[in-house]
């Protein structure tokens, strides 16, 4: 049959296979901004820089926080790639924004459920290069299919569809479900069977039907022949098997003439047994095989045509998939707004927009009030939860009182760190300049606006208070960090100055722009002329730059320049320690020889730089001098303070040290002695306790090997006697207490814990339901013994519902525990796989040896197991033998042929 002229129909169903021709533009999922004037030179620089400054504001690991709260593998792939959707304008930045808040709001009703969701962008791709899909890949496209589905009605019940949810329709409002394709698949395959149905085409349908009566056919032929066959000696039963792909009977090779004009398609191992197809039967096995190769070629042009479809809709079934990651991503961000109390930034277009007569209203161009960085934020709160972890215990011993301090004090550190800033940048300006010291919070300062830049660019809420606003800016370019190079022998001030060159080559007039320390590392005179000049330039030429410095002259820029707008970190000089809030408007000081001071410089190198500047500026470091002489005071009288409480603690720690000292020698020696006389007590009790299980265990051997398979179990028995008599010899009493109850009357139940009198008055459990002969199996630790019902006694409060919790700890152990099974209750068995540790092979064994064999197998099951008994044919003997003891033992809940075609092996499961 030709490829090209098969068709499928489906009875009594209106769904039939179309190509329709449909060509969809896939979404962008992240693209550069262009413009028509942008030649590719300039792009490519961009594209460059703009990796280096998500490198410096650490994007990837921003994006690596938003990415556990992705619920499908496209979204959290791109997510751990940095490869979230930015807006490249300032009304796809808004509309990330919405989406963000409208599924904010789905979140607070509900949940939406994403899973079935698969990326099947692999195998559409597979599909399209014309290789043929298997059955697993399409139910995996019919799964995904019908959880988009799902998921789109999902999202319109979830809210009343005003405006804010329509945002988030609006992303599958264009997308083709392919309910089609759908429903064609899964009239074609069953994918809880992962069969090809026999619907699914009519040539199908009669192929397998003509493969079924010719099966019967064959069958019947082939068990009349067999029967013959058995009657007349030839065969111990009759056996039907398949080789070569052909369905053959076995018969003795001594009786082989019983099958005239036979075939022989095999021999046994041994050679006894001939596997024979008789000549009656040769038509009908070729036509199986025919039938078999038909039935193959009819499935493979189901599947092509299958494969054929999807391949068609591949512009549908990616836009769909896009779709589907463009919502994930929205709620993520709105379930990570969620976990840092995120608020929904105000995106304007110009610093003042609206122009002169929204300037009242709107004075500053960025008013972002008690932000903190998100990276810093999430850091903060792993570490309170490390601090409430640890401090659970100590809050369990406090009164409410105490408790609630303890809780305020925890809630106050987390509100303190990350220190939460204030940006507020006047409307018209386009330069700042931050100063202050070393450590102050210049550079985080600097890189929490420029991430808050991305975050409200991507749709990502702020962690700030009330409404933030700020600017969307069409690139955000970083120099912030060392850029020493030594393959393209750069210095740190050469890699510096080559990347603010790129930074003024791209940057345009709706550009951020950040500058960490400008122009530093060479001549102080020389660097503040050039840093004048680069801020100049970038005045008329960029949205907003923010840089850094230690050049107390670029702060003049502001006299003779509104434009200009000068930041000071705070720094307290009482503590000597900076307060991380901005003072907007200010000049900062340096205050590097305090810091320097205050982190153990040394004091020699700290007096001698003093001099030096007071000879730079003697009237400013004047006043500086008198202020920082007075904190010395009073931390030096602080300090003295501190030293005489710790020389009065430290005297009396020494002589207690001395005291525990002097008994701690003694006690050593103490416990030398007592170490050797326990050990010469324990080495004499485990040689004597050695000697006697050497004894049983070489008694157990010899009477092993003289012992039969009925004589097992009585041997068993007797050696865990001894045993026990030995345990019970060595093991102390631990002084539990017992119900003391008629023994008559008192029966222990499977999983119960007892007091066993032989086992050195230990806590044992019964592993077995007591049997008729008056004794009980029970496990101690990794010992079994069979014990007399005399010897058990209940444990004091025991209840019958405690056994419920002795069975899943026997089972953690790794304990082989067989529970009683209700006849009533369905049991559930292990897969009927054969492996290599579910088989055993009798094979070669005498009879006799192969019972030993099996019955050991049989015990060491798990229960709700199977195992595969290989017995083989040959003269029946051992087949009977396997047989019988399988249908007589207590665990053996059924047992069956392997297979119709295989009575050389059989199943049986385990109680």
């Not at 990330?96 to 808040?101: G, I, R, V, Y």
């Not at 791709?125 to 496209?141: I, K, P, Q, W």
């Not at 039967?281 to 070729?286: D, K, R, S």
Request: with cysteine.
């Amino acid at each position: 049959m030709e490829l090209s002229n098969h068709f499928i129909s489906f009875k009594n169903s209106p769904i039939q296979f179309s190509k329709p021709f449909r060509f969809n533009t896939l979404k962008p999922l992240f693209s550069l901004p262009t413009s028509p004037d942008s030649p590719l030179p300039r792009l490519s620089l961009y594209r460059s820089l703009q990796s280096e400054t998500l490198k410096a504001l650490e994007w990837s690991s921003l994006c690596e926080r938003l990415s556990v709260f992705t619920s499908t593998s496209m979204g959290y792939s791109v997510t751990q790639n940095a490869a979230i959707p930015i807006g490249k304008s300032l009304q796809e930045s808004r509309k990330l924004l919405d989406q963000t808040a409208a599924a904010l709001a789905v979140t607070q009703s509900g949940t939406l459920d994403f899973s079935g969701i698969e990326d099947i962008s692999g195998i559409v791709n597979s599909a399209v290069s014309g290789n043929l899909l298997t059955v697993s890949e399409l139910c995996a496209v019919r799964r995904t299919l019908r959880a988009a589905r799902a998921l789109f009605e999902g999202l319109k019940d979830s809210g009343d569809c005003s405006e804010r949810y329509m945002h988030l329709l609006e992303i599958l409002q264009g997308c083709n479900l392919q309910i089609e394709l759908e429903q064609k698949i899964g009239f074609c395959i069953d994918c809880n069977l992962s069969i090809i149905l026999d619907r699914a085409s009519e040539e199908l349908e009669i192929i397998r039907s003509e493969r079924k009566k010719n099966m019967e056919n064959l069958d019947t032929l082939l068990k009349g022949i067999s029967a013959q066959i058995f009657q007349a000696g030839g065969i111990d039963k009759p056996l039907i098997t398949k080789r070569r792909s052909r369905l053959c009977i076995g018969v003795r090779a001594t009786h082989k003439y019983l099958i005239p004009n036979g075939v022989i398609l095999d021999v046994s191992g041994s050679g006894a047994t001939y596997f024979m197809e008789p000549g009656d039967a040769v038509e009908l096995n070729n036509f199986e095989v025919m039938l078999s190769n038909s039935e193959k070629a009819e499935e493979i042009a189901i599947l092509s045509l299958l494969t054929s479809e999807i391949a068609e809709s591949e512009g549908d079934i990616k836009y769909l998939l896009d779709g589907i990651l463009e919502l994930d991503l929205a709620f993520a961000r709105a379930a990570y707004a969620q976990q840092m109390n995120g608020v929904h930034p105000i995106l304007t277009s110009e610093d003042c927009e609206g122009g002169p007569s929204n300037r009242v209203n709107y004075a500053l161009s960025i008013d972002i009030e008690g932000i903190q960085h998100p990276l810093l934020l999430g850091s903060s709160q792993r570490s309170l939860s490390e601090v409430f972890g640890s401090n659970s215990e100590k809050s369990a011993e406090l009164d409410d009182g105490d408790s609630v301090m303890a809780t305020e004090s925890l809630s106050k550190r987390a509100s303190e760190f990350p220190v939460p800033i204030n940006i507020k940048v006047e409307c018209g300006t386009r330069v700042v300049v931050i100063s202050g010291p070393n450590t102050g919070g210049k550079t985080a300062s600097m890189k929490t606006l420029g991430i808050a830049s991305l975050m409200s660019k991507a749709g990502l809420f702020l962690p700030a208070n009330n409404t933030p606003r700020i600017p969307w800016f069409d690139l955000v370019l970083a120099d912030i960090g060392d850029h020493q190079s030594l393959e393209q022998n750069l210095s740190t001030f050469s890699g510096h100055i080559s990347r603010i060159c790129t930074i003024l080559e791209v940057a345009s007039k709706e550009s951020l722009v950040l500058i960490d320390e400008i122009c530093s590392g060479t001549d102080p005179s020389e660097g503040v002329a050039l840093s004048t000049s680069i801020l100049q330039y970038l005045r008329d030429r960029v949205n907003l730059a923010v840089v850094t410095t230690h050049y107390a002259d670029l702060s003049l820029l502001k006299d003779k320049d509104t434009r200009f707008l000068n930041a000071a970190m705070e720094f307290s000089l009482e503590t000597l320690q900076p307060t991380y809030q901005i003072l907007w408007g200010s000049t900062g000081d340096s205050n590097a020889l305090s810091i320097a001071k205050s982190l153990g410089f040394d004091s020699h190198m700290i007096e001698r730089a003093q001099k030096w500047v007071e000879k730079l500026m003697p009237e400013k470091q004047q006043q500086r001098k008198g202020l920082l002489y007075q904190s010395l005071m009073e931390e030096k009288n602080r300090l003295e303070a501190q030293a005489t409480k710790a020389a009065s603690l430290h005297s009396e720690i020494m002589r207690l040290y001395h005291e525990i000292q002097h008994e701690a020698e003694d006690l050593d020696r103490r416990v030398i002695a007592l170490l050797k006389k326990e050990t010469k007590q324990v080495q004499q009790e485990l040689k004597a306790t050695k000697s006697q299980i050497e004894i049983v265990v070489r008694d157990f051997e010899n009477l092993l090997r003289k012992a039969t398979p009925d004589q097992f179990n009585s041997l068993i028995k007797k050696s865990e006697s001894a045993i026990a008599s030995i345990v019970e010899a060595h093991c102390p009493s631990d002084g539990l207490h017992v119900n003391e109850v008629d023994v008559s009357s008192y029966t222990p139940q499977y999983g119960e814990q007892v007091y066993v009198k032989r086992l050195g008055s230990k806590i044992a459990t019964v592993v077995e339901a007591p049997g008729n002969d008056e004794t009980i199996l029970v496990q101690y630790g990794k010992i079994r013994v069979r014990v007399k019902k005399s010897d058990i006694r209940a444990i004091q409060g025991n209840e019958r519902s405690d056994a419920t919790n002795v069975v899943p700890r026997l089972k953690r152990q790794g304990q082989q525990i067989h529970p009683e099974v209700n006849q009533n209750e369905e049991v559930s068995y292990g897969p009927k796989v054969q492996t290599s540790k579910n088989t055993v092979d009798l094979r070669g064994m005498r009879v006799e040896e192969a019972a030993f064999h099996l019955e050991m197998a049989l015990s060491a099951r798990e229960p709700g197991s199977v195992i595969f008994v290989v017995h083989g044919m040959g003269t029946g003997a051992l087949k009977q033998r396997a047989l019988e003891i399988l249908g007589k033992h207590p665990r053996v809940a059924k047992y069956e042929p392997e297979s119709p075609m295989n009575f050389g092996c059989t199943v049986a499961y385990i109680n």
